[in-house]
């Protein structure tokens, strides 16, 4: 939805923006439709499933009309034809001019392949504003302390925290500060990075005029499961894996040690590289030597990699996940170690490590640079969830061979049937033997009854 018709005429088609979306990262299907309920809801349906996916959450007020308005904005009225319900008020990925994040309000990234997206921009009690990742690590925050603050964009194109008499008490500017220009808005980005953008009319497309981290390796698991990032020579950046020894079929770079290597293992060193465990999200930091903190992965059966910061801290990060991100820099004092099995062929490698079932709590720092008076240190305090996966070892049970000790997949065969690829499970080996239809089949049969 482009704001404003005038914008609208001078902007061409294919470059529109969308900047406000019912529903946020929620994805509907074919011929959803919008609904004003009896109750007074504006309601959106998918229209295939026949299920309500958003709503204006409007119970009690009085609801008469729901209106486009000419300047772009869907807005619901009541029977005097007041305003009791904008978008406007409700942004979604992005914040136009005059628009304002409030406290406890959130800023989602869109979703990227139908995958509800994991970065979001927080504005919390005490007046900070928080990019975020999976709603408990903080990658970056500006350390403003101050109640009742609100985000906003100018349209001299800068970000503002605005006291709640509307003076200014915290800015940062965009490239073009002052300059005439019609279009301007901040977003959220897919890859996790807070951006203003501006529009340029002799070139005729937007571009960044701002950015929160100023290295986009910098911000948390950038690169997801594609393996760490980098940038090459020319400075461009790319996703690295490292420290895994063949390309996976399935494009994911998964750290390939597991505990039940009969020959033992080794520690694969890796030079100014630094890692973080990311699904789940829980390190322990302790404080040690770097050879201390070697032995100590090496001797600990659930360890899969540990990061030691060579910058005075002595901080020793321990990961116990084979889903592994981070950054490298030739600058970077940090030196990590990948476990792997001394021979490799000892373990079969499509078989990942057992995650621990058992509820706790971890909290790690994270220091990473930050344009404009953002700070980022990225913190976390989360509990692990106990998961029902009984269907699924049964799935496993009969669809691989050579497996005994069903418990040491379960995590892993979780994980990918619940993000819609429970193929992965089978052994490779039998490929020839299984049809993939016949085991997303018997997913969907296994995940009935679990239901």
């Known amino acids: 939805m482009i704001h404003g018709f005038l914008l609208m005429e001078s902007i061409p088609v294919d470059k529109w923006t969308v900047v406000w979306v019912a529903g946020g990262d929620v994805t509907v299907g074919n011929n959803p439709y919008f609904q004003l309920q009896e109750d007074r809801e504006l309601v959106l349906f998918d229209g295939l499933q026949g299920q309500q996916v958003w709503t204006s959450k409007m ?32 942004p979604t990925d992005t914040l136009l001019p005059g628009q304002r ?26 007046g900070q504003l928080q990019l975020r990742w999976e709603s408990s690590l903080i990658y970056c925050t500006e350390r403003l302390s101050h109640l009742n603050l609100n985000a906003v964009v100018t349209s001299d194109g800068s970000l503002q925290l605005e006291a709640p008499n509307s003076r200014p008490i915290w800015s940062v500017f965009g490239e073009d500060h002052n300059d005439t220009v019609r279009f301007r808005f901040l977003r959220l980005d897919v890859d996790g990075n807070l951006r203003l953008y501006s529009w340029m ?104 990699a540990v990061t030691f910061r060579n910058d005075g801290s002595a901080k020793c990060r321990t990961m116990r996940t084979r889903y592994v991100s981070g950054y490298s820099d030739p600058s970077l004092s940090a030196t990590s170690f990948v476990k792997r099995c001394s021979d490799p062929l000892t373990t079969d490698p499509i078989f990942p490590l057992k995650s621990p079932m058992r509820a706790h709590k ?61 193929e992965n499970a089978v052994d490779k080996r039998l490929k020839d033997e299984v049809d993939s239809d016949e085991v997303r089949l018997k997913d969907e049969v296994d995940s009935d009854e679990v239901e």
Not at 76 to 89: A, Y
Request: charged share 20%; aromatic share 12%; with cysteine.
């Open 59 to 90: 119970i009690r007020l009085s609801v008469a009309f729901a209106f486009l308005r000419d300047d772009g904005y869907l807005v619901l009225l009541n029977g005097k034809k007041d305003v009791i319900w904008q978008s406007f008020d409700n």
């Open 362 to 422: 971890e909290s790690y720092n994270i220091c990473i640079p930050c344009l404009g008076m953002f700070y980022c240190e990225a913190s976390s305090h989360r509990a692990s969830a106990q998961k029902d996966v009984e269907d699924f070892g049964k799935m496993i049970l009969t669809l691989v061979s050579g497996i005994k000790e069903v418990d040491d997949v379960l995590d892993w065969i979780y994980k990918e049937c619940v993000e819609g690829r429970p």
């Open 101 to 126: 994040l409030s406290t406890f309000r959130t800023l989602r990234a869109a979703s990227r392949n139908y995958v509800l997206s994991l970065y979001s921009l927080y504005m919390n009690v005490s």
């Open 201 to 304: 009319e002799g070139l005729q497309r937007r571009r960044s005029v701002w950015q929160a981290v100023e290295n986009q390796c910098n911000v948390f698991a950038t690169c997801d499961q594609q393996g760490i990032c980098v940038f090459n020579v020319s400075g461009t950046r790319f996703c690295a894996c490292s420290f895994h020894h063949t390309v996976q079929s399935n494009s994911k770079c998964l750290v390939s040690y597991q505990h039940d290597c009969k020959s033992g293992s080794v520690m694969i060193e890796h030079a100014n590289i630094f890692l973080y465990g990311i699904y789940p999200v829980r390190d322990f930091i302790s404080l040690t030597s770097l050879d201390k903190c070697k032995s100590l992965c090496l001797s600990d059966p659930s360890c899969t």
